[in-house]
């Protein structure tokens, strides 16, 4: 007879092995993220394919780590990804040291890591170093088993990572049981955000057929089953493999009048163990895996020898598996049928038990197991400060929605412990401040209106303003208004609240758009901030809203010396934070509304030189790059704002500032024609925004807009851009102008293809909007009204393609950008004009010029898209697109030396080329300057097209005769 301990084939698996391998590893380039999440019922096979797929993807070289969430809600911060480390550490051998050494180091950064409701993005970023140090260039697979349990510092850490945002090749397989996420369960929405990521597959483990059901029943039993016991093996268990199993052992060891439900079949196999392994059983399931082997010898009180030897059958009768980190039921379902099998004396004894072993044990506590056993044993006195010190620990580890969890535990225990002294006004506030960093909003805003009940009295001034940056936060600005004036109307405002109020207050209304109160209130806190102590952030704040306020208000110059002003109390005062958000103010009012784009990159970068010396480069230090990858993008520097993207994704960021990032690449991308790449940042930021402002929303929306239009998609465009319309309430008319163009160019280009019909009433809603923006940007500084403008006349030249594209208006379109220095749009405006000009077939010679001189920037740029655009239209007018002297041009041509056969390469092209001439790969080139495979094959493509070559030998061999040369 076989061993009960014998492994039972993998039956009906093959092909989903097969696939999901592939997923990770065989369709994932170096530097990009995949992910497969396994999806089924219990005892379905999730985590025997976990493990079976893991074997075989070391065998393929990859380094895997593996991890289980803890099946209580109250689970630590990222534990998962801590017990795959230390099992890792664990099975490393000495000749391992180098490696031993990175993962110890990242167990300590854990253990010496201190909280603060800025530094979970720094965390991450972190912890994400630490593991490339790990994979020392393998690639690396996260397995995550029992997610549904997750805990939600470990969900963001999924999600950054799979936004793919650096060079670690990284892939998750997890498995979900599928009947836990019902109703509001977080892990849902997450699963749905990833979805949207190409490199996330969910697949849906389906029981086994009646083929594979009798083919594992003959495998467990040994032996063909007769068409009896077939039927009724796959009657009972409806294919699931844990039932299918067990049945069949019953079947092969002569076991029958077994009940035809689960519970009856777990009791069954319970009551057959001997009376040791029973209360080892019964043990497991109280208490929270894996139950390590000395706490169930604490708990059990049994003799070593006994002890092991009843957890031997317990093991052997399929009931318990026993690995290095402690002992799990082999299936939580038997969890779920002992559950009242006990009496309450019982469960309490047990639950107590585990309490005391965990307090009397030495080194440092596990504090949300301590709450979570003293709670169940009916202790709520001692529960309570297990349960603070495991929200304190929560939050040192910035695990903000486990801290909310602890910080409510702790409160309902209190209720519980009756004549217990607690400080319950501690305790709400504490719970209402992790609400809120953990975006419980909701939450928040309750257990402050108890804790001011708890209080009593009039509501303090601390109380208002509290109450108004959680009302802010939840979207209700209207109220967080009220409550900033109520709270400087307040007798006990002491004047620091006041000047915190008041610089709130005016960053609230400069968010709303509205620029002269906010320029009011911002000129009251620097007022009251003169005489408060320790005030540098306030007067920043203050600062950045009167300095956008003067400069929408005609005073840009007021605005410019306000900013400065602010930078320089920044650094006087050394608060790192204050230094970043003076730089990050005042490289936006250069780039934005004074539209003084080439000063702007270059306070922006080099306030991220400034801000990384600060340690926050992360953060702060990302967004100021993606300031600068933006005014680069918009003065045609494509080839250096690519340099900066490579430069601010090795700072790893997340978040708002991965946005921030995501977003300015993306234009890069949608301006090269890079699809592929433009569409996978959008995901990521949809995944990663989770319901955004209009600063960032309505960037994505014109994006996705122009991205479409280049596919032919202008059904598409046209619902982006009517989104944005209508989910946004900004007023900045500086990026609303922007998505109005692409409304209207959208309604053109659907005219122009005849593919789509145009949607009259969305042009006249666009037109709307345009002459809307016009009135409102008549009374804002000049140049905001230059930005709003050149937008505007590219709006007027769209309308006119609708019935007779207008020469005069698209040349009117070119004069604005031209006088920016804007070369993209101003390239695109010539295009529509030769355009206009060729359709009334009048001014031929002038058409040609300004295709010339529209392909001259777009083959610089590099700008795929719109040079096939322009090649388009030359090539029906019959129009040459070559730059030639009519007299003398063949001659120059010949007289030319070799060094000038690279000229009309950019410097990335050039950068490009010299690595092609090294023989590298697509891929090899992309991975050495952090830019995606594709875009790099863009790039050689107008390689080629420039040198007039048609393969990599032709390009190499001109780019090593002009190196000697």
């Known amino acids: 007879m076989a061993s009960d301990v014998d492994t039972a084939p993998l039956v009906g698996r093959a092909e989903l092995v097969q696939t999901v391998r592939s997923a990770l590893l065989g369709d994932v380039a170096q530097g990009q993220t995949a992910a497969v999440f396994l999806t089924g019922e219990s005892g379905v096979g999730k985590t025997r394919l976990l493990g079976e797929i ?77 593991l ?17 349990w997750v805990d939600r510092s470990t969900r963001q850490l999924l999600l950054y990572l799979l936004a793919g945002l650096g060079d670690l090749q990284l892939s998750v397989l997890a498995a979900v049981r599928a009947e836990s996420l019902q109703g509001a ?62 049945l069949a052992r019953d079947l092969r060891d002569g076991r029958d009048g077994l009940s035809e439900t689960l519970r009856e079949i777990f009791l069954d196999r319970v009551d057959a163990l001997p009376q040791h392994a029973h ?103 001692r529960a309570l400060p297990a349960a603070v010190a495991a929200a304190q620990e929560a939050e040192r580890l910035h695990g903000y929605a486990e801290a909310h969890r602890h910080w409510t535990a702790a409160l309902h225990l209190a209720g519980d412990s009756g004549s217990l002294e607690v400080d319950r006004i501690e305790l709400l506030g504490n719970a209402a401040e992790a609400a809120h960093h953990c975006g419980e909003h909701a939450r928040a805003l309750a257990l402050l209106e108890e804790l001011a009940a708890v209080r009593g009295g009039a509501p303090t001034c601390a109380l208002h303003i509290r109450r108004a940056r959680y009302l802010a936060a939840a979207g209700r600005s209207a109220l967080a208004e009220e409550e900033y004036e109520r709270a400087l109307e307040t007798a006990d405002c002491s004047p620091g609240d006041r000047a915190a109020a008041a610089a709130r207050l005016a960053e609230l209304l400069l968010h709303l758009g509205r620029y002269a109160d906010a320029g009011e209130r911002a000129r009251e806190a620097l007022a009251l901030a003169e005489n408060v102590e320790g005030s540098a952030t306030e007067v920043v704040l203050a600062s950045s809203a009167l300095g956008f306020s003067d400069a929408f208000l005609e005073d840009p110059d007021a605005g410019l010396a306000v900013m400065r002003d602010a930078l320089d109390t920044a650094e006087r005062a050394g608060q790192p934070e204050d230094v ?94 890079d699809i592929e790449a433009a569409g996978r940042d959008l995901d990521a930021v949809a995944t990663l925004l989770a319901g955004g402002g209009a600063r960032h929303v309505i960037p994505l929306l014109t994006l996705r807009s122009g991205l479409a239009m280049w596919e032919g998609r202008h059904d598409v465009a046209r619902l982006a851009v009517q989104r944005g319309l209508t989910e946004s309430r900004s007023d900045d008319v500086m990026i609303l102008s922007a998505l109005v163009w692409h409304g209207l160019r959208a309604e053109a280009e659907a005219h122009a293809s005849r593919t789509v019909a145009v949607d009259p009433t969305a042009v006249r809603r666009l037109r709307d ?67 206009a000009l060729l359709a009334r077939r009048s001014r031929v010679a002038t058409a040609g010029k300004l295709l010339r001189e529209a392909y001259r920037v777009a083959q610089g740029l590099g700008a795929v898209p719109l040079t096939s655009e322009i090649r388009e239209l030359a090539g029906r007018a019959r129009v040459s697109l070559e730059e030639r002297d009519a007299d003398g041009a063949r001659a120059a041509a010949s007289a030319e030396s070799v060094d000038d056969e690279l000229a009309a390469l950019t410097a990335r092209e050039r950068e490009v080329l010299a690595l092609v001439a090294e023989g590298l790969t697509n891929r090899e080139i992309g991975q050495r300057l952090f830019i995606s495979e594709r875009t790099i094959g863009v790039h050689v493509s107008h390689i080629f097209d420039k040198l007039q070559v048609r393969t990599r030998v032709q390009a190499s061999a001109i780019m090593l005769r002009n190196s000697r040369g």
Request: charged content about 25%.
């Open 185 to 246: 369960h977080p892990l849902r929405r997450v699963l749905t955000e990833l979805r949207r990521l190409r490199t996330v597959r969910v697949l849906d483990l389906s029981p086994l057929d009646r083929a594979g059901t009798e083919q594992l029943a003959a495998a467990v039993v040994g032996r063909a089953l007769s068409p009896d016991a077939a039927e009724q093996v796959w009657q009972r268990s409806g294919g699931n493999p844990f039932v299918i199993e067990e």
């Open 132 to 148: 490339h140090l790990i994979a020392e260039g393998r690639p690396l697979v996260l397995i995550l088993d029992d997610l549904q």
């Open 580 to 673: 970043a958000c003076a730089y990050l103010h005042l490289a936006e009012l250069l780039t934005g509304p004074l539209n003084i784009l080439e000063e702007g990159v270059v306070v922006a970068r080099r306030g991220a030189e400034r801000v990384a010396e600060l340690g926050l480069g992360r953060t702060w230090g990302t967004r100021l790059l993606a300031i600068a990858i933006n005014g680069l993008f918009r003065v045609g520097q494509w080839a250096e704002a690519e340099k900066v993207v490579a430069a601010a994704l090795r700072h790893r960021p997340s978040g708002a500032d991965a946005v921030e990032l995501l977003l300015a690449r993306c234009r890069l991308s949608v301006g090269y024609g």
């Open 54 to 130: 893991g074997a075989r993807l070391r065998d393929q070289g990859a380094l895997v780590l593996t991890g289980s969430c803890l099946d209580i809600g109250d689970a630590s911060p990222l534990h998962p990804l801590l017990q795959a480390l230390r099992r890792f550490d664990a099975d490393l051998s000495a000749a391992q040291a180098r490696t031993s050494s990175a993962v110890r180091g990242l167990l300590q950064m854990f253990a010496d890591e201190t909280g603060s409701p800025d530094g979970a993005g720094a965390l991450l970023e972190r912890v994400s170093r630490g």
């Open 769 to 835: 909007v345009a002459d809307r923006m016009a009135r409102k940007s008549a009374g804002a500084a000049r140049p905001v009204r230059s930005v709003v403008e050149g937008f505007l006349a590219l709006c007027a030249a769209e309308v006119s393609r609708l019935d007779g594209s207008d020469p005069e208006l698209w040349a009117a379109s070119v004069a604005e950008w031209d006088r920016r220095n804007h070369p993209y749009p101003a390239a695109y405006s010539r295009l529509r004009q030769a355009e």
């Open 279 to 381: 209360a080892v059983v019964h043990a497991v399931a109280a208490g929270v895996e894996p139950v390590q082997h000395w706490l169930l010898a604490e708990v059990l009180r049994l003799p070593e020898d006994e002890l092991i030897d009843a957890a031997r059958a317990a093991v052997a009768h399929r009931l318990l598996v026993g690995a290095d980190d402690g002992y799990r039921l082999r299936h939580r379902l038997v969890a779920e049928v002992l559950a009242h099998e006990l009496l309450p004396a019982e469960r309490s004894g047990l639950h107590r038990r585990y309490a005391e072993a965990l307090t009397a044990a030495p080194g440092e506590l596990h504090q949300a197991r301590l709450a979570h056993h003293w709670r169940l044993a009916g202790e709520p006195a």
